[in-house]
Structure formats: structure tokens, C-alpha cells
């Protein structure tokens, strides 16, 4: 089930729905961890099935550093970001680490970014 809403915090719901909306739906599938790509159109319906614990820490995760980064680089760079291989991940993707639920380290790179000290 999905916990209640906190006031000022998002719904899983709207997470995916976010998170589609910028990095579309098979993205969004596979930093959630899930082999179907089309899955996250059923996490976003409100009536659609709920993403397992862990898919949801995936995507709350994700959306912690879409917003870090996006709001400070703007979507387009936001994107390729979470598509590109970076050094302070082990030169694999912010997409790979999410799913392998790397928190630390991801939101590392994403502040590394956004305060442009992302040398490598």
C-alpha cells in the first residue's frame, strides 16, 4: 500500500507521473527496477497497481534528484544527466545507480552538478 500523504510531500502517483513526463515511461520502469516498460503507466493511474516498496524508494529517490538537478540546470540537461555515464558513479548512469538503489552516491553527483564541481 502507499503510505499517506505527508503534507508538502508527493505521492508515489504523482512521482511517476513527474518522473514520465520528463524521462518517459521506460525510464521510468527501469530506474524503478522493473523489467516491464510499461508498467509505470499502471503506477501512475489512480486506479493502476501499486509499485512494490522497493520500486517506490527507487522513484522517490529519482525524483530527489530530477528536482536537484532540474531546477538548477533545467530539464533538457536534467535528462541527459540521468541518461550519461558519470565518473562519480563508477562511469555507469544515474538511470543504473538509481536502480541499484545508490542513494548516497547519486545524490552526491547530482549536488556535484548543480554546484558545478562535477570535475572528473
Known amino acids: 500500500m502507499i503510505a499517506p500523504e505527508n503534507p508538502g510531500q508527493l505521492n508515489v502517483r504523482e512521482i511517476v507521473r513527474q518522473l514520465r513526463?520528463?524521462?518517459?515511461?521506460?525510464l521510468v520502469a527501469v530506474l524503478a527496477g522493473?523489467?516491464?516498460?510499461?508498467?509505470?503507466?499502471s503506477w501512475a493511474r489512480t486506479d493502476g497497481v501499486v509499485p512494490t516498496a522497493e520500486a517506490q524508494e527507487r522513484l522517490e529517490l529519482a525524483?530527489?534528484?530530477?528536482?536537484?538537478?532540474?531546477?538548477?540546470?533545467?530539464?533538457?540537461?536534467?535528462?541527459?544527466w540521468f541518461i550519461g555515464a558519470h565518473p562519480w558513479l563508477g562511469d555507469i548512469s544515474p538511470?543504473?545507480?538509481?536502480?541499484?538503489?545508490?542513494?548516497?552516491?547519486?545524490?552526491?553527483?547530482?549536488?556535484?552538478?548543480?554546484?558545478?564541481?562535477?570535475?572528473?
Open 21 to 26: 513526463s520528463s524521462l518517459g515511461p521506460t
Open 34 to 41: 522493473n523489467r516491464d516498460r510499461t508498467i509505470s503507466s
Open 63 to 80: 525524483h530527489r534528484a530530477w528536482t536537484t538537478v532540474s531546477q538548477s540546470e533545467g530539464e533538457h540537461t536534467a535528462r541527459l
Open 95 to 120: 538511470i543504473e545507480a538509481i536502480s541499484h538503489m545508490r542513494e548516497k552516491e547519486v545524490m552526491v553527483a547530482a549536488v556535484a552538478i548543480v554546484e558545478d564541481t562535477f570535475a572528473g
